[in-house]
């Protein structure tokens, strides 16, 4: 019988604290684990998920934000935003190292590897993704467990790595006990330990299996050991014991850790037998001792563990496979697809709901106080999402996500609006709660959950959404007669709200203004009633208010010619009170067919977006703000950085204008990728190590804001896409 639980030294009996280190510093990206750790920059982050949460691992090998069991359940790690207290996961070696990661190809397992002239070790992070098969294949019973799996491997040599786990349950808030116990989750022959964390509302424990990858070899090493202790880290305002294991790895050593939500306690065992053929889902399975164990708990082998990552209906097979429908042909390639790759991850997959972004509170400004939850279903992010997956070819997302609004569209509010976001699961309560025992990321207070612009008037949403919808019945799903009643009372409404203000699309908390520029009101109404014109011209459908449609389009069209253009300063403004101030989201103008980018008042008002803020722009190192905060109160304060999705948008509007005038051209490559001395001006030269985007960029280069951000990643496909189109145009 094989033990794995080390009797030399008592596993309960005992903790011990960590002794005070000094401030963590990083040399050329060297770390040094005996310097006290601090927080690691925003950008140097990779997402792992599997269409229901989602976790951050740092270039260090630390689990930073982690939710269980959903997109927007409380934070069990959240290190990034408190970094004594969040909660975290880490994986680490003992001796200073450098450290790479990378995604695997096609794929959202990510690697990080630790190199030392000692050696070099590997770890493998994912959540594990069953192959999608038909209905009818035995692969389709298989379920989607809900694990935290990390792989560590000695690749060369050996390394002293250390790992803690250090849960902090329910955004640091609910104490927990821990404990170290027998796992009876393993073959009968392997008698080893896992630790089990209890909280009221949730528990976790942390399992693992040992292998040797050079088994059979002439002295191959033995099977590395494995011990959990306990670890007190109330000093740091922990509410309960942390585990801490250090493990010696040599060449072919392997260890991979589990961490779970405990499933619910087995049957009888009277019940032996395995579910008829006939079930469509079956609940319990017999072990290798005929003792039935639910499918969502099976037997822990160094064998379940591989298939789950590598075999052919699992994991790293089910991204490849998902990423290889894309039909995009174009330039960037590489970066396109890894954008694509992201966007899959916000999906919520039982309800087909997208999510702006997987994490919560992160600073637009170190420092500052807009610090945002993005962990819920915007329409117009998720409208956009959207259009540009289908650009790419993948329609099965645009589909579901129409059945998730059509849900939303029959239950509309009494006046027949719809909310800006709901929760993943079509929620409409919101409420934004601030965590002030968090430090957040960097000092940048307050931490905050909830979002608080869920009641927020932001009339755009109809302009995306019928955007939406009039695409995905283009390319996806073709439209039924009683979804069509629901968009022509939606149309019939956006005619009554015309003249009606807003809190915009940058969710101002202020008072209400006639905001004009494309998505804040205007031009985004405008869209809604061309594309619910179109709709019905296109498919001949009944629409009985066609001609109060037209007028009301037409109507929209003059007026904000009048009103939104400054004539003095040759540019459209925010607003129709504000027509002096700039604001980059008229950029999306050409983006929805309101204007074409080479008509003159357009060309005007992005040149002189692309000035610098100190010659009255918004562009500053070939970066775009999306407005100049100390010119427009926006209710909130504070700074921020420039705005990714801006200057993708600026890219965007120079290429439709260079399809005119070709001198546009040059200028718009050189925003998106260039080379030389023009590379300061290089958009993708901001993208991080792992091709993923954050919301904002700081004047020094430092990324900002929630990662990773849905809305970056969209305006980058469709930026590309276009680009590329009109790059392989003859000039």
């Not at 072919?252 to 779970?260: A, D, K, M, P, Y």
């Not at 594309?531 to 629409?543: A, D, F, H, Q, V």
């Not at 692309?610 to 010119?631: A, E, F, H, I, W």
Request: proline share 5%; charged share 25%; glycine share 6%.
């Amino acid at each position: 019988m094989l033990h794995r639980c080390a009797h030399k030294r008592s596993l309960i009996s005992f903790s011990f604290s960590i002794p005070p280190k000094r401030t963590y510093k990083r040399v050329m990206n060297l770390f040094n684990p005996r310097d006290e750790r601090g927080y690691i920059p925003i950008a140097d982050h990779g997402l792992i998920g599997n269409l229901r949460t989602a976790a951050l691992v740092s270039i260090d090998g630390s689990i930073e934000s982690y939710c269980i069991p959903n997109f927007d359940s409380p934070s069990v790690f959240a290190r990034i935003l408190d970094k004594d207290k969040g909660g975290h996961f880490s994986i680490m070696p003992k001796i200073p190292f450098s450290a790479k990661q990378n995604y695997l190809a096609s794929s959202n397992v990510l690697q990080t590897k630790y190199m030392n002239d000692q050696g070099v070790v590997s770890v493998t992070d994912f959540l594990p993704r069953p192959r999608k098969d038909s209905p009818s294949s035995p692969a389709s019973l298989k379920p989607l467990l809900p694990w935290l799996m990390r792989r560590v491997e000695c690749i060369r040599g050996h390394l002293p790595i250390q790992i803690q786990c250090a849960p902090a349950f329910n955004y640091a808030q609910s104490p927990h006990t821990t404990s170290i116990v027998d796992d009876d989750s393993l073959p009968f022959n392997i008698v080893q330990k896992k630790a089990l964390f209890e909280s009221d509302d949730l528990s976790l424990d942390l399992r693992y299996v040992v292998e040797n990858t050079g088994a059979g070899a002439e002295g191959s090493p033995a099977l590395p050991d494995v011990v959990f202790e306990f670890l007190d880290l109330s000093a740091n305002g922990h509410k309960g014991l942390a585990v801490q294991s250090d493990i010696e790895l040599s060449e072919g050593q392997c260890v991979t850790f589990i961490l779970r939500t405990p499933p619910a306690q087995a049957q009888s065992q009277s019940q032996k037998e395995t579910p008829a053929a006939s079930d469509s889902k079956p609940e319990w399975r017999l072990s290798a001792l005929s003792t039935p164990r639910a499918i969502d708990d099976p037997l822990l082998t160094k064998e379940l563990v591989g298939a789950l990552l590598h075999a052919s209906r699992a994991t790293n097979r089910y991204w490849y496979e998902w990423v290889s429908q894309s039909t995009y042909k174009g330039s960037w390639k590489e970066s396109v697809l890894r954008s694509a790759l992201a966007l899959k991850l916000l999906v919520y997959e039982p309800t087909g709901a997208v999510i702006a972004s997987p994490t919560f509170s992160l600073p637009e400004y170190i420092g500052g106080v807009r610090n945002w939850d993005y962990r819920y279903s915007w329409i117009r992010d998720s409208s956009f999402t959207l259009y540009a997956l289908i650009r790419l070819g993948f329609t099965e997302e645009a589909n579901t996500y129409l059945e998730f609004i059509f849900d939303r569209l029959r239950n509309k509010n009494p006046d027949g609006s719809l909310q800006i976001m709901y929760t993943i699961h079509g929620g409409k309560d919101l409420e934004e709660i601030e965590l002030k025992h968090l430090d957040g990321h960097k000092g940048s207070r307050p931490v905050r959950v909830g979002n608080g612009a869920a009641d927020h008037i932001q009339l755009d949403i109809y302009g995306e959404l019928m955007d939406c919808i009039y695409l995905g019945q283009k390319f996806g799903k073709p439209l039924a007669y009683d979804d069509w009643v629901l968009v022509r009372e939606l149309v019939d409404y956006v005619v009554t709200i015309c003249k009606d203000p807003d809190l915009s699309i940058w969710e101002v908390r202020n008072k209400k203004r006639h905001f004009t520029n494309s998505l804040l009101l205007k031009v985004m109404l405008w869209v809604a009633i061309d594309r619910g014109i179109r709709l019905s011209e296109k498919r001949s459908l009944p629409c009985p208010n066609r001609l109060k449609w037209l007028a009301a389009r037409d109507e929209l069209y003059e007026e904000i010619m009048a009103k939104a253009w400054n004539k003095d300063a040759k540019y459209f403004g925010q607003s129709y009170e504000e027509n002096d101030v700039l604001d980059s989201a008229v950029l999306i103008m050409p983006l929805v067919f309101f204007m074409h980018a080479s008509d003159p008042r357009f060309v005007s008002t992005l040149n002189q977006i692309m000035k610098t803020p100190q010659k009255g722009g918004l562009t500053s190192n070939g970066l775009v703000y999306r407005y100049d905060v100390r010119k427009s109160n926006d209710g909130v304060g504070g700074e921020e950085g420039t705005f990714c999705l801006c200057t993708l948008w600026c890219i965007e509007a120079l290429t439709r204008a260079g399809e005119v005038d070709k001198r546009l051209i040059p200028k718009a490559v050189n925003m998106f990728e260039a080379s030389g001395a023009a590379i300061s001006r290089d958009f993708l030269l901001y993208l991080n190590h792992v091709g993923l985007c954050t919301e904002e960029i700081s004047d020094a280069g430092e990324a900002l804001g929630n990662a990773v951000q849905g809305f970056t990643h969209v305006t980058l496909i469709s930026a590309a896409y276009n680009l590329s189109r009109t790059l392989a145009k003859p000039f």
